[in-house]
C-alpha cells in the first residue's frame, strides 16, 4: 500500500456541489499538507496541520475547508465547488525535523 | 515575497546528451532547497535536498543540484539523460522552519528524443 493515500483519483462534480477529497497516510507524521496544482502555476498550500488540533490556512484557502479527523487522515472539502477549484489536487505528510515530504498521487477534479 | 523561479517552461533534449535544470531563488536567508519529479499521472517523487553542508547535493536517479548562494540559485543537473527521464521537474523552498510552508517553482517540462 502507498505511503500516503487519496481518494478519490478521478471526480467530476458539477458547480454547486459538496465534495471531499480524502487523504489518509501510513508514515505516522504528524504533519499533513493539501496542496493544488494547476498548469503553468506549480503546486500552491491551501491548508496544513501540524497535528489534529492545530490546522493553518494556506495561501489559497478561499472556497475550501479541511478536516483533521485523525493524526492519520486529513480531509479537503469543497462546500459549493466552482469551475475554476477544476485542478489536481495533492496531499503530502512530513514528519517533525524531517523535510522529506512525501506526497500522494493526487486528486484530478473536474467542475463542471 | 519569497518566490521560486524556473525560467524554462519545457526542455528538449537528446538521450545520452546531458542536462540542467535551472531553479533561483527569492530569499534574504540560506532556504532548505528541494527538486522533485512528476512523471505523467503520477504524484511528486523528491529527487534531492539541501540544506546546509557540501554545496553540491547528489539525489536519485543520478542527479545532482549545485547550491550557489551568490547566484541564488540550486540547478539541477543529469551528465547523461535517460528517456525514462522525461517527466516535470519542480524546484522548492521551504523558507522558514516556523511556518514550514513549501513553495514550488511552476515547473519544467523534460522532453527526451530518442
Known amino acids: 500500500d502507498a505511503d500516503v493515500t487519496q481518494t478519490p483519483r478521478n471526480r467530476i462534480t458539477k458547480t454547486g456541489k459538496r465534495i471531499m477529497l480524502e487523504c489518509s497516510q501510513t508514515?505516522?507524521?504528524?504533519?499533513m499538507y493539501w496542496y493544488r496544482q494547476d498548469p503553468g502555476l506549480g503546486l500552491r498550500l491551501i491548508y496544513y496541520s501540524f497535528d489534529v488540533k492545530d490546522i493553518n490556512k494556506g495561501e489559497i484557502s478561499d472556497g475550501y475547508s479541511v478536516s483533521r479527523q485523525a493524526q492519520a487522515k486529513f480531509s479537503l472539502s469543497l462546500e459549493s465547488a466552482i469551475p475554476n477549484q477544476t485542478a489536481l489536487y495533492f496531499c503530502a505528510t512530513r514528519g517533525t525535523g524531517d523535510y522529506g515530504y512525501t506526497f500522494g498521487s493526487g486528486t484530478r477534479l473536474t467542475v463542471v | 515575497a519569497q518566490s521560486v523561479t524556473q525560467p524554462d517552461i519545457h526542455i528538449t533534449v537528446s538521450e545520452g546528451a546531458s542536462l540542467e535544470l535551472r531553479c533561483n531563488y527569492s530569499y534574504g536567508a540560506t532556504p532548505y532547497l528541494f527538486w522533485y519529479v512528476q512523471s505523467p499521472g503520477q504524484g511528486l517523487q523528491l529527487l534531492l535536498k539541501?540544506?546546509?553542508?557540501?554545496?553540491l547535493v547528489q539525489g536519485i536517479k543520478g542527479f545532482e543540484a549545485e547550491f550557489k548562494r551568490s547566484q541564488s540559485s540550486f540547478n539541477l543537473r543529469k551528465p547523461s539523460v535517460h528517456w525514462s527521464d522525461a517527466a516535470e521537474y519542480f524546484c522548492?523552498?521551504?523558507?522558514?522552519?516556523?511556518?514550514?510552508?513549501?513553495?514550488f517553482g511552476t515547473g519544467t517540462r523534460l522532453q527526451v528524443f530518442p
Open positions: 539541501y540544506f546546509s553542508g557540501d554545496t
Open positions: 522548492a523552498v521551504v523558507v522558514s522552519y516556523n511556518t514550514d510552508k513549501l513553495i
Open positions: 508514515k505516522g507524521h504528524d504533519r
